[in-house]
C-alpha cells in the first residue's frame, strides 16, 4: 500500500486554516456570540471555541504526529512528546472581539523541535494579515515589513498600556513617549514588526499562545523580541506561561528598552 501523504505543506496548510476560520469568528461577530468569564476571569464566547474546535481538527487531521497547544483547549501536557507542536489563539483580543471594535485577530504558529518556523495573524475586521516564515522574512498583505529605524525612546511611538510606564517600581524612568495599546498583545507586536510602532511592551503573565506567532514575524521583519531582562522567549515548556513580560521593537531601540526594564523592582 502507497504510504497516505499530506495533501498540503504546512505553510498552505496554515494559510487555508486560518483564513477559513476568520470566516466562522465573522458569523458569530455579526450575530450574538454568547459570552461568559473562564476560572481566571479572562472572558470567552462561543466563538472562540468554534474558531478553536475548527483549527484543531483542520491542523491535526494530517498531522496526527503534531502537538497542540492553545487558549482554548485544556492543556494535557501530551504536546511536550512532539518534535512539532502548533500553538494557536483562536481569537486573539476577545474582549475587543465582545465589544465590536477591530483590535482582535487569530494567531497560529509552527514550533519545531523548539523554534518557530511559520507564523500567520488575520485581522478579519481589517483584512489584513500578517506572514512569516524562518528565514525568509515578514509581509503584511503580502507586501515585505520592517521594524522602524528609530534610534532613540523619547518621543517614540510605543505600544503598551500607559500604566505600566508610569509605574513607580522603575528604578530608571521612562522618557516622554507616544503611547498606545491595542487589545491584542499579539497586534501590539505586529504594529512594531510593519513599522506602524517603534516598540511594544508587556509586563504581564502572558501564554505561549499570545507571543508565539509574533515572535516569528517581528524578527524576521528585523526586529527583536525578547522577556524585559533580555532572554529569549522559550515555548513549548511543561509551564506555557511566560512570567517575565516581553520586550519588542527594532534592534537599536530593543536595546534602549532593556536599559529600563532590567530596573524592574519586583
Known amino acids: ?84 507542536v502548533w500553538i494557536v489563539d483562536p481569537i486573539d483580543g476577545t474582549s475587543a472581539f465582545v465589544n465590536r471594535t477591530d483590535q482582535w485577530c487569530l494567531s497560529i504558529a509552527l514550533l519545531d523541535h523548539g523554534q518557530i518556523t511559520l507564523a500567520r495573524i488575520l485581522r478579519p475586521l481589517t483584512r489584513q494579515i500578517y506572514r512569516a516564515k524562518q528565514g525568509s522574512g515578514a509581509t503584511l498583505n503580502g507586501n515585505t515589513i520592517h521594524t522602524s529605524d528609530r534610534q532613540d525612546l523619547q518621543g517614540c511611538k510605543m505600544m503598551g498600556r500607559k500604566g505600566v510606564f508610569t509605574s513607580s517600581r522603575w528604578a530608571k524612568p521612562w522618557p516622554p513617549m507616544n503611547i498606545e495599546c491595542t487589545t491584542s498583545l499579539a497586534l501590539r507586536i505586529c504594529l512594531a514588526a510593519d513599522g506602524s510602532f517603534d516598540g511594544a511592551i508587556s509586563m504581564g503573565k502572558e501564554s505561549d499562545w499570545d507571543l508565539a506567532a509574533a515572535d516569528l514575524i517581528i524578527r524576521e521583519s528585523g526586529g527583536e523580541i525578547t522577556n524585559v531582562y533580555g532572554a529569549p522567549i522559550k515555548y513549548n515548556q511543561e509551564n506555557p506561561r511566560q512570567s517575565d513580560g516581553v520586550v519588542a521593537g527594532g534592534k537599536t531601540l530593543h536595546k534602549q528598552m532593556l536599559e529600563i526594564t532590567k530596573t524592574f523592582i519586583n
Open 1 to 84: 500500500m502507497p504510504e497516505n501523504k499530506p495533501s498540503l505543506d504546512d505553510e498552505k496548510l496554515i494559510e487555508q486554516a486560518i483564513v477559513q476560520a476568520s470566516e466562522i469568528a465573522l458569523k458569530y461577530y455579526d450575530s450574538s456570540a454568547k459570552k461568559w468569564d473562564k476560572a481566571d476571569g479572562t472572558p470567552v464566547t462561543d466563538a472562540d471555541i468554534a474558531v478553536d474546535d475548527f483549527l484543531k481538527k483542520t491542523l491535526l487531521r494530517d498531522r496526527p504526529d503534531y502537538g497542540w497547544l492553545s487558549e482554548e483547549t485544556s492543556d494535557d501536557k501530551s504536546r511536550l512528546q512532539y518534535e512539532r
